[in-house]
C-alpha cells in the first residue's frame, strides 16, 4: 500500500479537537470524517447537552448507532468522548475539570453549534449563535495550545447585500446590542422587538449569524481563527454513505413534501440560480480550511509578522454558483423525473410541482391543491370522528414555504475566490482523501444520490417497496386526474356564471 503524503493528516496527527454541534448533521459527519480519515488524530472531544432525558454519553451512543458509524472500528469509536455542556450557558456550561481538560488537551476546535431553524425565536438564536459564539472565543483565548479555530457560519450571513465577498460587512446593528437585550429584556418583549431588529435581515438565523461574524472580527483578535460559510447544506454525494441524510431543514422537507404528494405548490423562481452544496463536500472544506488556518498562523509566527494579530480571519464562501451553478428550474425538474421514475410507497397523493415566482398566483394555487382537498377530507375526517385536520397541516406547511420564499425567489453573486485558492494549495493527496471542488459536480448525477438518499434514510424504504409503489402511485394518477377534471369543470362552470350576471347586469 502506498504511503499518504497527506498534509492534512499530518496536521491531526496526534491532536485533539474541540467540536461543538456534534449531534447535528453537519458536525456528525465532521467528527466521522475526522475518525476515517485521519486515524491518527488522538482524541475528539464533543460538547452536547442533555436532551429528552437523555444525558451527554446517552446521545453520543446514539450517534455511534447511526449508518454513517456502523463500519468504523471501535478501538476509533474510543478516541471521541462527550462532555455535558451548552453552548448558551457561562462557560459552555462545562465542568471545571472537563473544563481543565480542554484547556490542557485541545489543539483544534470546530464551532459548528447553531440553531438552524430560520423561525426560531429571537432570544433563543441570540443564546446559541450569539452567546455561543462568544463563549467558544472565551475558551480559544485560554486553550494552552490551540493550533486552529473554526467557525462555521453562513453563506447567506448578508445576504442583504446582492454581491456577497469573502470579507467582513457592515451590519446595521451591534452584535453588543443583541446581547444586552438578550441579558435585560423577556423573550416575549423581544418577539415583539423582532420586526424592528431584523431590519433588512430576512429571519433571526441570518441575523445572528451575522452577528457572530461581527464578534469573532472584534473578539477573537490574536488567535488562529477561520471563518466558512457553507451555502444550503444538503445530503451527502458520496461519503461515509451517498444521499445520506437525517434531516428536513431546507429543500429537503420541499423534495419530501412532493414525494409524498402533500406539497404541490411552492413559491419559487425557476430561472434563479441556487447554491446548494453537498455536507461531504463542505465537511472537506471545513476540515481543510482548518489545516490551511494553522499553516497560515505558524507562517506569520516563523516570519514575526504581527500581522496575526492585526488582520480580520480568513473568509471561505463555499457556495457552487461561481464554478458549477444550478437553477431551481433544472433541481425541480431533475428530481421530478426521479420522483415520479422511482415513486415512494408513503406517497399520499400523486407528485406534482407547481413553481410560481408571482406570490399571488402561488396562492391561489394553495388555494385550490392545498386548502380545497384538506378541507373536504377535514369534513370526511370529522365524520368518521379521526382527529387528524389536514387544513391545519397545511397552515405549517404554508409558514415554513412562505420563509424559503426568499431564498427560493431571489439570487445572490457569490465570490470564493479563497475556497478556490484553498483547493489548489492541497497536494494531490489530500485532493484525494478530502475533495471538495465544486467543479466536479453533476448536478443530475447528485440529484439522483440525493432522491435516493431521501428514500433509503428518511421515508425508510428500499428497492424492494418500489413495486408497490409504482402500483399506488398508478392509483393515485387516476384520483388526481380525477380531481383535476373536477376543478376544470368547476371553473369553467363558475366563469360561466360570473358572464352570465355580467351580460345578464
Keep these: 500500500m502506498t504511503e499518504t503524503r497527506s498534509n492534512v493528516q499530518e496536521f491531526f496527527k496526534n491532536k485533539s479537537v474541540f467540536v461543538t454541534g456534534g449531534t447535528g448533521f453537519l458536525g456528525k459527519l465532521i467528527i466521522n470524517k475526522l475518525i476515517r480519515s485521519c486515524p491518527q488524530i488522538k482524541h475528539i472531544y464533543l460538547l452536547v447537552r442533555d436532551k429528552k432525558g437523555k ?61 438552524v431553524r430560520f423561525d426560531e425565536r429571537l432570544d433563543i438564536a441570540i443564546g446559541i449563535n450569539v452567546i455561543g459564539a462568544r463563549e467558544i472565543i472565551k475558551l480559544a483565548h485560554k486553550l494552552d495550545n490551540l493550533e486552529s479555530y473554526l467557525h462555521v457560519s453562513t453563506a447567506f450571513s448578508n445576504c442583504h447585500h446582492k454581491c456577497i465577498e469573502e470579507k467582513f460587512y457592515n451590519l446595521p446593528y451591534n452584535y453588543e446590542k443583541l446581547i444586552h437585550l438578550y441579558k435585560t429584556k423577556s423573550s416575549n418583549i423581544l418577539e415583539k422587538m423582532k420586526p424592528f431588529l431584523l431590519g433588512p435581515m430576512p429571519n433571526t438565523y441570518v441575523m445572528t449569524k451575522a452577528a457572530a461574524e461581527q464578534l469573532i472580527k472584534r473578539e477573537a483578535k490574536g488567535l488562529p481563527v477561520t471563518i466558512v460559510r457553507p451555502a444550503i447544506v444538503t445530503a451527502t454525494a458520496n461519503e461515509p454513505l451517498p444521499g445520506w441524510i437525517d434531516n428536513l431543514y431546507g429543500p429537503t422537507g420541499i423534495v419530501t413534501g412532493v414525494m409524498t404528494g402533500i406539497i404541490k405548490s411552492i413559491p419559487c423562481d425557476v430561472n434563479v440560480v441556487t447554491d446548494l452544496v453537498p455536507a461531504d463536500l463542505t465537511v472537506n472544506a471545513l476540515i481543510a480550511a482548518s489545516w490551511d488556518t494553522n499553516v497560515r498562523h505558524r507562517s506569520a509566527e516563523l516570519s514575526e509578522s504581527i500581522e496575526k494579530h492585526t488582520e480580520d480571519p480568513r473568509i471561505y464562501n463555499f457556495v457552487s454558483s461561481p464554478e458549477n451553478p444550478l437553477t431551481w428550474g433544472l433541481f425541480s425538474t431533475t428530481l421530478m423525473y426521479y420522483i415520479l421514475h422511482r415513486p415512494t410507497a408513503k406517497a399520499m397523493w400523486y407528485p406534482t410541482l407547481i413553481m410560481n415566482s408571482s406570490v399571488f398566483l402561488h396562492k391561489i394555487t394553495v388555494l385550490i391543491l392545498h386548502y380545497l382537498p384538506a378541507f373536504l377530507l377535514d369534513l370526511v375526517f370529522m365524520c368518521t370522528g379521526n382527529k387528524l385536520r389536514l387544513v391545519d397541516q397545511y397552515k405549517k406547511i404554508g409558514r415554513f414555504t412562505n420563509i424559503l420564499e426568499y431564498f427560493s425567489t431571489r439570487e445572490w453573486i457569490f465570490c470564493n475566490n479563497n475556497v478556490q485558492n484553498l483547493w ?36 425508510k424504504e428500499g428497492p424492494d417497496r418500489l413495486p408497490e409503489a409504482r402500483k399506488r402511485l398508478h392509483g393515485l394518477y387516476i384520483c388526481h386526474m380525477i380531481f383535476k377534471g373536477a376543478v376544470y369543470i368547476g371553473l369553467v362552470m363558475l366563469l360561466w356564471v360570473i358572464l352570465k350576471r355580467m351580460f345578464l347586469a
Excluded at 456502523?70 to 478516541?79: F, P, Q, Y
Excluded at 494549495?425 to 438518499?453: A, C, S, V
Design 55 to 115: 444525558n451527554a454519553h446517552e446521545r453520543l451512543e446514539d450517534i455511534f448507532n447511526l449508518p454513517i458509524f456502523k463500519d468504523i472500528d471501535e478501538s476509533r469509536l474510543k478516541k471521541i468522548s462527550a462532555l455535558r455542556g451548552d453552548c448558551s450557558q457561562a462557560d459552555l456550561g462545562l465542568s471545571i475539570e472537563d473544563m481543565n481538560t480542554l484547556i490542557k488537551e485541545v489543539n483544534v476546535i470546530f464551532h459548528s453549534a447553531a440553531t
Design 424 to 459: 489548489s494549495r492541497l497536494n494531490n493527496d489530500d485532493k484525494t482523501l478530502f475533495p471538495f471542488d465544486i467543479k466536479q459536480m453533476h448536478w443530475e448525477e447528485y440529484l439522483d444520490t440525493y432522491h435516493k438518499g431521501i428514500m433509503t434514510f428518511l421515508l
